[in-house]
């Protein structure tokens, strides 16, 4: 019973995440790449503040997939590499946190690019 509470809790965190995008989407003109460099922003500043950890620990990864999460991850990495090897720390810290993830997601989009036949919208 606690699993299913916990997938459910991952479920709702995640999902409201995407319904606020899909809302500013609905209901401005923000394009859906301005939205995701806005929630990378709010990711990078909460993580930097260490507000995102407590959503993290109550959420799980409802909250460290999406790419909330990641600017969280970015920005915990470069303050972790700041404060051990100064300003070129900061730079390459962010990437060292998330560069697991980054070789993940490139990895699959180069894996599903093989199985799937993409091509241009045609008008």
Not at 12 to 20: E, K, N, S, T, Y
Not at 30 to 53: D, E, K, Q, S, Y
Not at 97 to 104: D, E, L, N, Y
């Amino acid at each position: 019973m606690e699993a299913i509470l916990m997938y459910l809790k991952v479920f709702a965190v995640g999902g409201l995440i995407c319904a606020i995008a899909e809302l500013i989407m609905i209901k401005t003109k923000i394009t859906p790449a301005r939205i995701l460099v806005l929630f990378l922003m709010i990711g990078a500043v909460l993580g930097g503040f260490n507000l995102w950890t407590y959503v993290i620990q109550w959420a799980g990864a409802g909250a460290t997939l999406p790419i909330i999460g990641f600017g969280s991850s970015l920005a915990k990495g470069a303050i972790e590499g700041a404060t051990s090897n100064g300003f070129f720390g900061a730079l390459g810290g962010g990437l060292a946190a998330t560069s697991a993830g980054i070789a993940v997601s490139i990895g699959l989009s180069y894996l599903i690019c093989f199985f799937t036949n993409s091509h241009t919208k045609k008008n």
